[in-house]
C-alpha cells in the first residue's frame, strides 16, 4: 500500500496547487468572455476546495499523517508549470486543461492501485473525481475549439 499512500498525498498537493491556480484565475481572468469564465473558474475551484478534505481523510483512514504545509506541498506536487502573466481566458483554459490532464492520469493510476487493493471506498471518491475532472476537461477544450480551429 506504500505507493497508494504515496500517489494520494501527491495527488492531494497535485489538486491543492490546481484549486490555488483556478482561483487565481477565476481573479485575474479578462475580456469579452469574462463573466462566464470567471464563473467557470470559481466552479472548479470551489468543487476542487471540497475535494481536498476528502483526500486529506483518506490519508487518516490509513492512518497516516496527511501533509499539511506549503512546503510539503511544493516538494510533493508535480505539475506542470502553470503561471502566465497572460489574463487571456484562452490562455488560462489551456494551462487549465493541460493540468486537469495531469489529475485524470494521477487519479486513472490510483484507481488501479485502489482496484489491486481491493479498496472499494476508495474506488468510488476516485471514479467520482474522474468524473468531474472529465467533465472540466470537455468543458475547457469545447471552450478552446474556436481558437484552435
Given at each position: 500500500m506504500p505507493g497508494l499512500i504515496d500517489a494520494l498525498k501527491q495527488?492531494?498537493?497535485?489538486?491543492?496547487?490546481?484549486?490555488s491556480v483556478s482561483h487565481g484565475f477565476?481573479?485575474?481572468?479578462?475580456?469579452?468572455?469574462?463573466?462566464?469564465?470567471?464563473?467557470?473558474?470559481?466552479?472548479?475551484?470551489?468543487?476542487?476546495d471540497e475535494t481536498i478534505d476528502d483526500i486529506g481523510e483518506w490519508l487518516?483512514?490509513?492512518d497516516v499523517i496527511a501533509p499539511y504545509t506549503l512546503a510539503e506541498f511544493v516538494t510533493?506536487?508535480?505539475?506542470?508549470?502553470?503561471?502566465?502573466?497572460s489574463n487571456s481566458?484562452?490562455?488560462m483554459?489551456?494551462?487549465?486543461?493541460?493540468a486537469n490532464e495531469k489529475l485524470l492520469s494521477d487519479i486513472r493510476n490510483m484507481l488501479?492501485?485502489?482496484?489491486?487493493?481491493?479498496?472499494?471506498?476508495l474506488l468510488n471518491f476516485l471514479a467520482e473525481r474522474q468524473e468531474r475532472h472529465e467533465f472540466y476537461g470537455?468543458?475547457?477544450?469545447?471552450?478552446?475549439?474556436?481558437?484552435?480551429?
Open positions: 495527488y492531494l498537493a497535485n489538486t491543492i496547487v490546481y484549486k477565476h481573479w485575474n481572468v479578462e475580456g469579452p468572455l469574462f463573466t462566464q469564465y470567471h464563473e467557470f473558474f470559481k466552479q472548479i475551484y470551489q468543487d476542487v487518516r483512514k490509513f510533493l506536487n508535480n505539475m506542470p508549470d502553470m503561471k502566465t502573466d481566458p484562452t490562455t483554459s489551456r494551462i487549465l486543461l493541460d488501479t492501485m485502489a482496484n489491486e487493493q481491493n479498496e472499494q471506498g470537455w468543458w475547457l477544450r469545447s471552450s478552446l475549439k474556436a481558437v484552435m480551429n
